[in-house]
């Protein structure tokens, strides 16, 4: 039904100048409402000294509390899990990174990495063995792909299991583990003489260790650790049964990806917002700087970006929700997003001046955690080749 013209428009909002509000259900309002609520009470006000110090403590109670809200495998089906929607998910996964990006790549490993390669490749007794204690967060995951000598190359990856008689014996190192030292259980890819296979070892196992890496820069508030595999042996029935090669990760990680598309822009939004509070109280040469043509540039054109991010992430959730995204269409996601969530924090920073710098401000955290966002889940540089091979149908990866 169309408006009559005489219908009075909507005001403007400047918390929502495109309106997307309307595109949501009253379901996706209560599931972000109650994620925003969540975060504005457990993590804001912490946030900065867990920062300061480089720490996520009571990170189990966290776990256990995402775990009650539903947030843990949010989107997956059966096992306790929530069920609901990608927009759903990635509504939760913006609340959450609004915060901070290191509360968000908790749920996201928990939830798009670890859970998710079970849920999709787990055996029948793997998924009502690990599901339902993850989803309430009692068991923290975690998901090894990447190695010292392989980032963005996994192919050539040095871990390997081998065959002792029905047992499997995993030897090797993982690098920049997410989650790594709280994780009860590790979804850890090695090579085989049957290709990448994917398997589920219960940290206890006798020859796994997960030394935490200190002097992180970035993602500060984030648990970030190595795994050392020293012939840690398991049975049979600890590989993933329903997938080889790298096909697996590379599915889990175009899940996660996805969470990343919309957690990029709370990044952005809540630094938008910090620099357009200022931007109205800040006064230099007579009035607030927010009254000069200069800031004015900076915040439209933030607010332009900010908005079309959110827009880009709630389109690629319905085409999730229908069946039909693409994992270039994550790629188009991920690489514009974050490069832009990245962009609009360092104009922020700029607008709040040397303030800009302090950890008082939202501003310098979300800039220097979005600095791992960039290269986790695949490069900037990785994005642009997926699409360009997408575009030209050429290769160049190598
Ligand atoms: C805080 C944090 C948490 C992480 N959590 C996890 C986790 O939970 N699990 C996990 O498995 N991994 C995790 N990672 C690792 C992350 O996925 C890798 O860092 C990423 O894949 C890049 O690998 P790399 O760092 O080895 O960089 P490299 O692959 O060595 O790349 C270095 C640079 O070279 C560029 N480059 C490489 N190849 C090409 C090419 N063909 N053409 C053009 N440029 C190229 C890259 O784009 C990049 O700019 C995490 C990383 C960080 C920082």
Excluded at 14 to 41: M, S
Excluded at 117 to 130: L, T, V, Y
Excluded at 272 to 297: D, S
Excluded at 298 to 326: F, P, Q, T, W
């Amino acid at each position: 039904m169309s408006a009559t013209p005489s219908s009075p428009l909507p005001p403007f909002d400047a918390a929502d100048p495109l309106g997307l509000d309307d595109l949501l259900t009253d379901e996706d309002r209560a599931v972000r409402d109650t994620v925003r609520r969540w975060a504005a009470d457990r993590v804001l006000p912490h946030i900065a000294g867990w920062y300061e110090r480089g720490e996520l403590p009571g990170i189990r109670d966290l776990a256990r509390e995402l775990g009650s809200l539903g947030a843990l495998g949010m989107s997956l089906t059966g096992y306790g899990c929530a069920g609901a929607s990608a927009v759903q998910y990635g509504l939760a996964c913006l609340e959450l990174e609004a915060a901070d990006s290191g509360i968000r790549s908790l749920v996201s490993v928990q939830g798009s990495l670890a859970m998710y390669a079970i849920h999709r490749f787990g055996s029948e007794e793997q998924k009502q063995h690990w599901l339902p204690r993850m989803a309430t967060g009692e068991v923290i995951g975690c998901f090894g792909l990447t190695e010292p000598d392989h980032g963005s190359d996994p192919a050539g990856m040095r871990t390997h299991a081998r065959r002792d008689g029905s047992d499997w014996v995993l030897s090797g190192r993982k690098m920049w583990i997410t989650n790594g030292s709280v994780a009860g259980v590790a979804v850890v890819w090695a090579a085989t003489d049957d290709g990448v296979r994917g398997f589920v070892v219960p940290t206890d196992t006798p020859g796994f260790a997960a030394p935490e890496i200190h002097h992180k820069w970035s993602l500060r508030a984030s648990v970030t650790s190595e795994l050392v595999l020293d012939d840690v042996r398991l049975p049979a029935d600890a590989a993933l049964p329903e997938v080889r090669g790298l096909r697996g990760p590379l599915s889990c990680l175009s899940h996660a990806r996805y969470g990343i598309v919309w957690g990029s822009m709370g990044a952005a939004r809540a630094s938008f917002e910090a620099a357009l509070e200022y931007a109205r109280t800040r006064e230099q040469f007579g009035k607030p700087i927010g009254g000069f043509q200069l800031t004015q540039a900076k915040l439209a054109d933030m607010a332009v970006e900010l908005h079309k991010g959110i827009l880009l992430a709630h389109h690629l959730g319905l085409r999730m929700d229908a069946g039909r995204l693409r994992p270039e269409q994550v790629s188009f996601g991920k690489l514009n997003n974050v490069r832009e969530a990245i962009e609009i924090c360092r104009t922020s920073r700029t607008i709040l001046g040397a303030n800009g710098i302090s950890l008082e401000y939202p501003v310098m955290r979300h800039a220097t955690n979005l600095e791992s966002v960039l290269t986790y889940e695949g490069t900037v540089e990785m994005h642009q080749l997926v699409l360009g091979k997408a575009l030209t149908g050429l290769d160049a990866f190598r």
